[in-house]
Antibody
Framework: QITLKESGPTLVKPTQTLTLTCTFSGFSLSTNDVGVGWIRQPPGKALEWLALIYWDDDKRYSPSLKSRLTITKDTSKNQVVLTMTNMDPVDTATYYC?????????WGQGTLVTVSS | DIQMTQSPSTLSASVGDRVTITCRASQSISSWLAWYEQKPGKVPKLLIYKASSLESGVPSRFSGSGSGTEFTLTISSLQPDDFATYYCQQYNSYSLTFGQGTKLEIK
């Protein structure tokens, strides 16, 4: 059974760096063709893909956010970490991590991050 | 970047109706397209991958078709549980893209 869970702060101030952790079980990120991605959704708006890391440590980023994002994995801990720098109120959203074969078949419950002073 | 455009943005339909949602890519994505369903306050759920492959456990009234730049999601006979927002997502290119969503409402 594959499960994922996001953790991190619920409130960050403008200009701060957001660090989110995805802790998963039921699969290994050392298995061929497996990845973990991050997707966000501002309140009432559409899904937006942010980043994806693969079993072989290949990393992909949304072009519009690439300069602000870093994705890493710790295979031994079954965790993937996303950092986003220079947070702004427009980054207020629910952030999801998801198991990926380039599409996303298992999702975490999501964590709402609010950016406000 | 590959842009994904869904139409319509909102669709009103009745239980039992056959409905079709369209997703167009700004360039060819072969068959590298997925469809998701999201209900209010819930996590997105994968319905279809590789344009037409039904995810395990998804009812057979859902089907996907298309290749290249034009794709469709069809629900053959709407059930009360199907009123939700539907998203397409391409995974052909280095960067992934979701469509803007189609909200399926009760008429």
């Amino acid at each position: 059974q594959i499960t994922l869970k996001e953790s991190g702060p619920t409130l960050v101030k403008p200009t701060q760096t957001l660090t989110l952790t995805c802790t998963f079980s039921g699969f290994s990120l050392s298995t061929n063709d497996v990845g973990v991605g991050w997707i966000r959704q501002p309140p009432g708006k559409a899904l937006e893909w942010l980043a994806l890391i693969y079993w072989d440590d290949d990393k992909r980023y949304s072009p519009s956010l690439k300069s602000r994002l870093t994705i890493t994995k710790d295979t031994s801990k079954n965790q993937v970490v996303l950092t986003m720098t220079n947070m702004d109120p427009v980054d207020t959203a629910t952030y999801y991590c998801a198991h990926s074969h380039n599409y996303f078949d298992y999702w975490g419950q999501g964590t709402l991050v609010t950016v406000s002073s | 970047d590959i842009q994904m455009t869904q139409s319509p943005s909102t669709l009103s339909a009745s239980v039992g109706d056959r409905v079709t949602i369209t997703c167009r890519a700004s360039q060819s994505i072969s068959s590298w397209l997925a469809w998701y369903e999201q209900k209010p306050g819930k996590v997105p759920k994968l319905l279809i991958y590789k344009a037409s492959s039904l995810e395990s456990g998804v009812p057979s009234r859902f089907s996907g078709s298309g290749s290249g730049t034009e794709f469709t999601l069809t629900i053959s006979s709407l059930q009360p549980d199907d009123f939700a927002t539907y998203y397409c997502q391409q995974y052909n290119s280095y960067s992934l893209t979701f469509g803007q969503g189609t909200k399926l409402e009760i008429k």
